[in-house]
């Protein structure tokens, strides 16, 4: 199969499966024992925890593991809401684990408020800045978007939030690894381990420091008393491996920026009415969301997964849904357009060849599925 939805998940990296290898058989003590085997296990977490540190720029104090970027969201998201007042403003194409908390919080009396962003999906200075002069509580932006893959204009919207004295919540979860994510211009800053490579299931808050946040899991106290129970050691020691990759690889992802763009022209030579809903300059390396005029984007995406190849409607947390998708919406799209989005997101293991093949398939299923078309509207 070539895979084409890193957006989603990424095959996880060799480095990441041998440093697993020992915490899934012999090394299976608990951090917490006092004993040799929780000590080694111990040590392992805590070299992970450095090695993810080191990734985005933080202090290794700073990260607090957790199950993944969702639940690090929720704990953002929620857990700074309750130590604090005021409204919760978020932008409207934000992952939906941001928005579901948010709506949370608004349907316990806390007022919410939604930011709204440009055609390509980028946040606005002026209206935040408006809404910063009401003290929100919470500011939750997404350093880059999982569907279209817009990065935002994170220093910006930093300074703003720094000058207003506002806590300001980033989902890294899609630039980690991508881009340069620097956690210093975040209060909180939200990670997942398997988007760069890493193993699904874990994840982490950076949380800087002298930033309060309740617990949303209460028991033994472990990660600083911010997310109890025993720490998935194979997990961690997965992740920690994948950021050492992905840091000492970030520089080469850049070439993807080229592969995508190859793509864009062999979509646009096949079919010269594609539309592209990714922004061209402020937008991930990997990622090219498009939609084909008069096709169907679940439809496209369940033929061509018959020809392996794996491409995504949106966002993997919304695939099979009849609803358009959000972000399409929120950056102008009608509801046709933002039903039949196709998002393809490129990662470390794609390679020329793969995109060449990608688009001789893409060529066929499309003349496939147009020639099916051609009797309706003649007909009609």
Not at 50 to 58: P, T, Y
Not at 130 to 154: F, H, K, Y
Not at 247 to 274: D, H
Not at 319 to 347: T, Y
């Amino acid at each position: 199969m070539i895979y084409l939805d890193y957006n989603a998940t990424a095959p996880l990296r060799p480095e990441a499966r041998e440093a697993m290898l020992p915490w899934l058989g012999a090394e299976f003590g608990n951090p917490s024992s006092v004993h040799r085997l929780g000590s080694h296990a111990r040590v392992a977490v805590e070299r992970a925890r450095a090695e993810v540190a080191e990734l985005v720029g933080a202090r290794p104090a700073e990260v607090v593991f957790t199950s993944g970027g969702t639940e690090s969201n929720n704990l953002a998201v929620l857990g700074a809401a309750i130590v604090g007042d005021g409204a919760v403003a978020t932008a409207a194409i934000e992952h939906s684990s941001v928005l579901a908390a948010a709506s949370v919080l608004r349907e316990r009396g806390r007022p919410l408020r939604l930011l709204p962003v440009d055609e390509e999906g980028r946040v606005e200075p002026a209206p935040l800045a408006d809404l910063l002069r009401q003290a929100p509580a919470l500011v939750s932006v997404a350093w880059a978007n999982n569907e279209i893959g817009t990065i935002q204009p994170m220093a910006e919207i930093s300074r703003l939030c720094r000058a207003a004295g506002g806590l300001l919540h980033v989902d890294a979860v899609q630039a980690c690894g991508k881009i340069p994510v620097d956690a210093s211009q975040a209060d909180l800053l939200s990670l997942s381990a398997h988007k760069i490579g890493g193993p699904q299931g874990v994840g982490a808050l950076v949380v800087r420091r002298g930033v309060r946040v309740a617990p949303l899991v209460h028991g033994g106290g472990q990660e600083r008393g911010l997310r109890s129970g025993t720490e998935n050691v194979a997990g961690i020691v997965g992740f920690g491996a994948a950021c050492r990759s992905a840091r000492e690889s970030l520089a080469a992802y850049q070439r993807l920026s080229e592969l995508r763009e190859r793509l864009w022209q062999g979509l646009t030579a096949m079919n010269p009415a594609i539309v592209r809903n990714s922004p061209s300059r402020t937008c991930l390396p990997n990622t090219l969301n498009v939609c084909f005029p008069g096709v169907r984007g679940e439809a496209l995406v369940a033929a061509l997964d018959l020809e392996d190849i794996a491409v995504s409607t949106g966002s993997a947390c919304a695939a099979g849904a009849a609803e358009p998708s959000h972000v399409l919406l929120a950056i102008g799209c009608d509801e046709e357009r933002a039903r039949d989005g196709v998002r393809f997101s490129l990662g470390w293991k794609t390679t020329p060849a793969e995109i060449e093949s990608a688009l001789a398939v893409c060529g066929a299923v499309l003349a496939r599925m147009q020639a099916v078309r051609r009797p309706e509207v003649a007909r009609a």
